[in-house]
Structures are given as structure tokens and as C-alpha cells.
């Protein structure tokens, strides 16, 4: 099997193991020969209705292979291509072999790392027969494919009764939101570079917001916010009067406080903020380009001590945190390299308030 065609091979498994999980079915999920596709085909009604399906998920997989094959085309180029094809069909024996039934894998905050440790820990031994450097590309490939299996699952609709019948009715949207969520998704550009991983779990937990009004099923409250969120114009305490896009006033202060009433969208600036740092949408904003963004939420701190910088990732980067490079946190901070977004002052209580601006 030629390199492309095992990268496509890939791309089917993991586009079924997403769907696994997006299903929800955890008998399906554990059973590694489940055929998801036909069990999601039974629960619509028409062939037309069920080509539809199939062809939606084929496009998935196009999407995913869109992403992955001009990664596998650089990564090991000096490596035979048989020794890539073995690493890559080796990433794809392990989406097919895999039983999914941790409960951490169905939470709305599944990230990558998580679902990376758990195929390595679950399914030994694939990579024995690979070389050295073909067991690192097997490594990057799979940890890769995790990335866009996470993207995939949460882009799509909360699935519940009637969702695919909402699924096919946004096909055309539903697939256009998949090709800008993996587009946006941070580089890694070497084995080791924790840097990346940090930004994509911020992309991956932060990039969704609840939308609510009439006609909104449960199905379809959950958006990226990258695609959904408009940028806001904002006013300053010195001239109330001139009004400028957020992203034109960040440079020109090194603090920056943000007031405004219960609900009037502040956490989601924070939140929007974050992403746009993280998947480094923010070229033209001067400083701004390069940075991290550590999101702390002060409701978590109500009753506890403030973290140190080295728990700034405690939240959105949990299941990376033991990667970290020791300082790494204090290292941006002190280098200009990362912002701070301070979330819920006014969720503290008034003696706390001191602690926190110091």
C-alpha cells in the first residue's frame, strides 16, 4: 500500500473512532469491530437520507485527510516510504483496535493528550516491528490524529434523537466549520514542542460557545466560537466617546481591566482572546503575535490560594501539565511571551480583591 493510501486508510478510522465517541454508545465504543456507520444509517429514515450520511462522513474524512497528508508528506522525508506507510498503518491499526471506554473520553472537555496517552496505554505493542525513527513518525502521526479526532467530535452537534436528521439539514455548514477548526489548529513543529500542545488544548477547550434563543435545539448550541463571535468595539475610561475594535486597543497598554455589567460578555471576550493568541490570529495586533494565553478563572478560587504561574495550566491544559518544562510559565511571563486573562473578579468576595491586583 502506497504512502497516500495508508494516510487515507487513516483517516477512515479516525473519522470512525470520532464517531464512536460522538455517538455516545459506550457498548459500541468498547467493541473495537463495531460498524458505527451502520448503526448511525439506521437511525434515519430513506436511502436517500442514508447516501446522504455516508457522503457526509466520506467528506469528513476528506477534511481530515486535507489536514493530515500534507503533514505525513514532511514529517521523516528521509525515512524509505515503506517505513512510512508502516508507521502510518500502524497509527491506523490503533484507531481500529481501540476500545473506548474511559468516561473521560465522552466529556465535553475531551482533549488530545488524553486520548493520545489512553491509545498508547490501551493498545500496546503496534509499533514493535517499526524502526526507531519509524515508532517516532507512528508517535507523531498518532498524536496528530488525535488532535483532529477531537475537532471532529466536538464540531459536530451534541448528538441526542433527531440530531443526524439536524446533522445532514447543516451538512454543508457542519463541514465548512471542520475544515476552518483543523486549518486553525496549532502547528507542532518538533517532537517536543509543548509550546503547540498548550495551544491546542486552549483552541480545543476554549473555541465553543452556548448559543440560546427560539428554534435552538439541545443539538445545536454548541458553536465554535472563532467562527460565531464578532469582534466587540470598545470605549475608554479617558475618552467615552471614541469607540475601537478590542483588537486595536490591546497594544496600547500593557494592563488592560475590563468592566462591564452581569453577562454583558466579558468571560467570552477573555475566552475569544485566548483562541485568537492560541491559534495565532492575531498577526497584526503589535506583541500580540507570539503569545500565550493563560486563562485563570478566580470562581475556582473562591475558598482556595491563588495559583502560581506553574498552575496557570491547571484548568485548560490539565492533561499536559506533567509535560511542562519546569519555569516554562515563568519563563513567557518574564520573556514578554504570554498574557494573562484574569476572569471573575466579581466573583470574589471584596477582602480577596487586594490579593488578586497584587
Request: proline share 5%; with cysteine.
Amino acid at each position: 500500500m502506497s504512502l497516500e493510501a495508508s494516510a487515507i486508510a487513516l483517516t477512515t478510522a479516525v473519522v470512525k473512532a470520532a464517531a464512536k465517541l460522538w455517538l455516545g454508545d459506550r457498548p459500541v465504543a468498547a467493541d473495537a469491530t463495531a460498524k458505527v456507520f451502520d448503526l448511525l444509517e439506521k437511525q434515519v429514515g430513506g436511502l436517500n437520507d442514508r447516501r446522504k450520511l455516508r457522503l457526509l462522513f466520506t467528506n469528513l474524512e476528506s477534511r481530515v485527510a486535507d489536514r493530515l497528508l500534507p503533514f505525513i508528506d514532511v514529517e521523516f522525508r528521509a525515512l524509505p516510504e515503506n517505513e512510512r506507510a508502516a508507521a502510518v498503518d500502524a497509527a491506523r491499526e490503533t484507531f481500529d483496535r481501540a476500545a473506548l471506554t474511559d468516561d473521560d473520553l465522552f466529556a465535553t472537555d475531551l482533549d488530545a493528550a488524553f486520548l493520545f496517552r489512553y491509545l498508547l496505554r490501551t493498545v500496546p505493542g503496534v509499533p514493535s516491528l517499526l524502526s526507531a525513527d519509524a515508532t517516532e513518525l507512528y508517535r507523531r502521526v498518532l498524536r496528530e490524529c488525535c488532535a483532529y479526532l477531537v475537532q471532529v467530535t466536538s464540531t459536530l452537534p451534541r448528538f441526542q434523537p433527531g440530531a443526524l436528521v439536524e446533522v445532514l439539514r447543516r451538512e454543508t455548514e457542519i463541514l465548512e466549520t471542520v475544515r476552518n477548526v483543523l486549518a486553525a489548529l496549532p502547528e507542532r513543529r518538533h517532537p517536543d514542542d509543548f509550546a503547540a500542545d498548550f495551544r491546542r488544548q486552549v483552541v480545543t477547550a476554549l473555541d465553543r460557545m452556548a448559543l440560546f434563543g427560539a428554534g435552538l435545539t439541545d443539538a445545536t448550541r454548541l458553536y465554535p466560537l472563532s467562527v460565531a463571535y464578532l469582534s466587540l468595539n470598545v470605549t475608554s475610561a479617558e475618552d467615552v466617546a471614541a469607540g475601537d475594535r478590542i483588537e486595536h486597543v490591546l497594544p496600547r497598554s500593557a494592563r488592560i481591566l475590563l468592566r462591564g455589567e452581569a453577562g454583558s460578555g466579558k468571560t467570552t471576550l477573555l475566552q475569544w482572546l485566548a483562541v485568537q493568541c492560541a491559534s495565532r490570529q492575531l498577526h497584526g495586533v503589535d506583541g500580540w503575535a507570539e503569545l500565550e494565553p493563560f486563562l485563570v478563572r478566580l470562581r475556582r478560587f473562591g475558598r482556595s490560594p491563588l495559583p502560581a504561574p506553574e498552575h496557570f495550566l491547571d484548568e485548560v491544559g490539565r492533561h499536559i501539565a506533567d509535560e511542562m518544562p519546569a519555569g516554562w510559565v515563568q519563563q513567557r511571563l518574564r520573556r514578554g511571551r504570554g498574557v494573562l486573562l484574569v476572569d471573575g473578579l466579581d466573583e470574589l468576595p471584596d477582602e480577596r480583591r487586594r490579593e488578586v491586583r497584587e
